[in-house]
């Protein structure tokens, strides 16, 4: 894999699986799935993916696919002060999403309309978008609005 960004100022995680045994989730998004690991001991759906269980300390774990869709808990927008390289990005629209069917809250950036046309409860889809090095990560899509000034 060429690589290109620094890795002190990279803030996606590592992907493959010669450096995590999460490679799952990775190799799951890309093909358009959502996952995470669930305990079989307890059952405790974990987020993100882990490779032990935080309540058992268990490594007997199970990867499940998760609903893509969503609402909206809290969003915010970053004005300034933008990470390293997205500079260009701003204002970057970020928020919560209960997903539907699953009992979790997922952190991610907003896509398909600017932060003023967001609403709590507002529904969203999780899809996976390009990352440079060829990783990908996930992020909300909304429908409607005003599209956000970058495209990314
Ligand atoms: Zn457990």
């Known amino acids: 894999m060429k690589r290109t960004t620094p890795t002190a100022f990279d803030f996606f995680p590592q992907?493959?699986?010669?450096?995590?045994?999460?490679?799952?989730?990775?190799?799951?998004?890309?093909?358009?799935?959502?996952?995470?690991?669930?305990?079989?001991?307890?059952?405790?759906?974990?987020?993100?993916?882990?490779?032990?269980?935080?309540?058992?300390?268990?490594?007997?774990?199970?990867?499940?696919?998760?609903?893509?869709?969503?609402r909206l808990y809290a969003f915010s927008a970053v004005l300034v002060g933008a990470p390293l390289g997205m500079e260009q990005d701003l204002p970057i629209t970020v928020g919560l999403a209960d997903l539907e069917g699953a009992p979790l809250r997922l952190f991610g950036r907003i896509v398909g309309a600017g932060w003023e046309r967001l609403s709590v409860g507002q529904r969203v889809r999780v899809e996976p978008f390009a990352v440079p090095d060829e990783r990908v990560f996930y992020r909300f899509r909304v429908d409607g609005g005003l599209a956000e000034n970058s495209s990314a």
Do not use: I
Request: charged share 30%; hydrophobic share 30%.
């Open 15 to 70: 992907e493959e699986s010669q450096q995590t045994r999460v490679s799952r989730f990775f190799e799951e998004l890309r093909a358009g799935r959502l996952s995470t690991t669930r305990c079989r001991k307890d059952g405790a759906l974990l987020w993100p993916p882990r490779v032990a269980c935080p309540r058992c300390h268990g490594e007997d774990l199970e990867w499940v696919e998760l609903p893509l869709t969503g």
